[in-house]
């Protein structure tokens, strides 16, 4: 049965021992390299605008905003003793997630629920986990929203002087705003709690619902940007969006019924809000192929997740999965096909780290390793698929390429990042 599965896997192109990590870290890099140069590349490699230079003036307050593919998070976060931190903040649903809006309403929404924490600061960051082009002035000119996300007629708005408008009925306006994808606020949290001196250099990391990474590129290598001065300004890779890694049957026929097809094929492959659907759609193949029984299909409908298969993969003599599937053969198989779908992920993730070590030059010993800020529910609540990464990364990264790491995480990064961000400006 178990080489029935694996020759199964292999013919739809989802095996990962098919992949060649060398070849693929080799065309991230040069996909990198196009995206920094303005030429066509799936990396859109975003500037952030924001160097790891700089100080944070003591008794500065912001509001600050995390908006992400799940959660929106919106608080008033202070600098005190050196360091930032959240005063206060609620968590709510995030717009667009639980019916489809559009981007009047959008605003209109978010200003009602930010004016509260206005009152005696003008300041916002604002942490958004979606595309957007950064403006030099640090607003957000929306590219698109993703993960599902359903906001209409969003794309090309300036994020911050929307949201000024919008706040007009209330008498309240931004004087001082930053936008930062999640993963630069990711590293600038991480950044503002470690000791720069441990490390070669840093990444934001985002692996929950979606994935991306960011680094700090050297300005002589952002060559579609010209004029550069200062330091070594942070990159948002849009790494979800690479599209030269291999994709499978399963793979394609999730991204056909997805709300963004032919889009993050990265993304689909390795993060939280996806997986479970190449999951779903590999488990329909194998019943198809007479690898899984057709119970396994009807039980599992309409309520397989990410969490689960990750839980099962951890312990799968009990939860969820586990305790529906009644046959021990096809509980068996199930193992062996989340197995291989998350360890193919791990790989990808892996070369792709590796490639973002190399194109900055970072973690080159490991007394000073590149310090990887990862944020992230499926990263940090799954430790098979955050092993398996860490497995990659030693056999790959450290021994292959001569690459260092170490992963770090901070509580509240994201929308400390934000605020980090407002009080640089
Ligand atoms: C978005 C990125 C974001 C990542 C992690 C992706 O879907 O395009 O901007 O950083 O998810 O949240």
Request: net charge negative; proline share 4%.
């Amino acid at each position: 049965m178990e080489s029935a599965i694996h020759e199964f896997m292999m013919k739809h192109g989802m095996h990962p021992e098919l992949l060649d990590m060398e070849a693929h870290f080799n065309a991230f890099r040069e996909t990198m390299r196009r995206g920094l140069s303005g030429e066509p590349s799936s990396l859109m490699m975003i500037p952030s605008y924001m160097t790891l230079d700089g100080k944070i003036t003591e008794g500065l307050s912001t509001a600050a905003l995390d908006a992400g593919g799940t959660n929106l998070r919106i608080g008033l976060c202070a600098a005190e003793n050196g360091t930032c931190r959240v005063v206060n903040s609620e968590l709510l649903p995030m717009l667009g997630t639980e019916e489809r809006i559009d981007a009047p309403a959008f605003f209109a929404q978010l200003a009602k629920l930010v004016q509260p924490y206005l009152s005696n600061t003008d300041r916002l960051g604002f942490c958004f986990s979606f595309p957007a082009e950064i403006t030099p002035d640090l607003d957000g000119i929306v590219l698109g929203f993703n993960k599902e996300v359903q906001i209409d007629g969003a794309s090309g708005a300036y994020l911050c002087r929307e949201l000024d408008q919008a706040l007009l009925p209330y008498g309240k306006a931004l004087g001082c705003y930053a936008v930062v994808n999640d993963t630069v606020a990711a590293l600038l949290g991480g950044y503002g709690s470690t000791d720069p001196d441990q490390y070669d250099g840093y990444i934001g990391m985002i692996l929950g619902t979606g994935m991306n990474c960011c680094y700090t590129e050297h300005p002589e290598n952002i060559k579609k940007l010209s004029d550069l001065s200062g330091g070594s300004m942070i990159i948002n890779i849009e790494a979800g969006g690479y599209d030269g890694f291999p994709v499978g049957d399963f793979d394609e026929a999730y991204d056909r019924r997805s709300a963004n097809p032919g889009d993050h094929l990265f993304e689909k492959m390795v993060s939280g809000g996806y997986l479970n659907e190449i999951a779903w759609e590999t488990i329909c193949g194998a019943v198809e192929e007479g690898i899984l029984s057709p119970s396994v299909k009807e039980t599992l409908s309409e309520c397989l997740w990410t969490k689960d298969i990750c839980e099962f993969l951890l312990d799968p003599g009990t939860g969820f999965i586990h305790d529906r599937i009644a046959g021990s053969d096809d509980r068996t198989a199930l193992y062996t096909l989340f197995d291989l779908l998350l360890d193919r992920a791990a790989r990808l993730v892996a070369v792709s780290l590796t490639a973002i070590m190399d194109q900055g030059d970072i973690g080159k010993t490991p007394e000073k390793p590149t310090c990887i800020v990862v944020e992230g529910s499926t990263f940090q609540k799954s430790p098979v698929y955050q092993q398996k990464i860490r497995r990659y990364l030693d056999e790959f990264c450290s021994n292959v390429h001569h690459r260092y790491y170490a992963f770090t995480s901070v509580k509240d990064a994201n929308i400390l990042g934000a605020a980090v961000a407002a009080m640089l400006r």
